[in-house]
T-cell receptor, first 115, second 114 residues
Framework: AQKVTQAQTEISVVEKEDVTLDCVYE???????LFWYKQPPSGELVFLIR??????QNEISGRYSWNFQKSTSSFNFTITASQVVDSAVYFC????????????FGTGTRLQVFP | DGGITQSPKYLFRKEGQNVTLSCEQN?????MYWYRQDPGQGLRLIYY???????QKGDIAEGYSVSREKKESFPLTVTSAQKNPTAFYLC?????????????FGQGTRLTVV
């Protein structure tokens, strides 16, 4: 069965701290796609990254980095030197190659960054 | 600017009434989706459409209906048959082949049954 688990419901940090958001997924498919979305208070989901299952290279984009490890079925997201503007709910999601129209979302992690 | 527009942002409905949520996109995307978000839960797929005049049920389609008469528009009707309609509704669109692209989301409509 397909499933995405974000065990951290809420995380609070102080500005400039590093923070890692965990994402563990389950799938039987060998080809799949992983996503991270940010949901700020305004409500819309903002796309952050997409990874396919054949690309295990970690990615860095400014203060954001992602660690994809197939051996542990994890796709963790790290924010370095967090800022107040990073406060949002972050969702990890999975889609499988045979059904790419279906995005399976985790329950989200609410990140609060305090000044 | 290209994007997805959902309206209204807030909607109140009396029990027993149908209500329609609007979703329009000018991204020239073939595929459009409706998701429901409840507190503490992830997004769940209600309906999706890959092409005009065609749509498929998602995981929680009961009590909802959609139409796709135009590429740009994918309205969602919450019917009186939906037992617990109070939620945040998000519309999304993407290129048809989702393997190489991500979905873009609107700003959502918060529906409250009073």
């Amino acid at each position: 069965a397909q499933k995405v688990t974000q065990a951290q419901t809420e995380i609070s940090v102080v500005e400039k701290e590093d923070v890692t958001l965990d994402c563990v997924y389950e799938t039987r498919d060998t080809t799949y796609y992983l996503f991270w979305y940010k949901q700020p208070p305004s409500g819309e989901l903002v796309f952050l990254i997409r990874r396919n299952s054949f690309d295990e290279q970690n990615e860095i984009s400014g203060r954001y980095s992602w660690n994809f490890q197939k051996s542990t079925s994890s796709f963790n997201f790290t924010i370095t030197a967090s800022q107040v503007v990073d406060s949002a709910v972050y969702f990890c999601a999975l889609s499988e190659a045979w059904n790419t129209d279906k995005l399976i979302f985790g329950t989200g992690t609410r990140l609060q960054v305090f000044p | 600017d290209g994007g997805i527009t959902q309206s209204p942002k807030y909607l109140f409905r009396k029990e027993g009434q149908n209500v329609t949520l609007s979703c329009e996109q000018n991204l020239n995307h073939d595929a459009m989706y409706w998701y429901r978000q409840d507190p503490g839960q992830g997004l769940r797929l209600i309906y999706y459409s890959q092409i005009v005049n065609d749509f498929q049920k998602g995981d929680i389609a009961e009590g909802y209906s959609v139409s796709r008469e135009k590429k740009e528009s994918f309205p969602l009707t919450v019917t009186s048959a939906q037992k617990n309609p109070t939620a945040f509704y998000l519309c999304a669109s993407s290129l048809q082949d989702r393997r190489d692209t991500e979905a873009f989301f609107g700003q959502g409509t918060r529906l409250t049954v009073v």
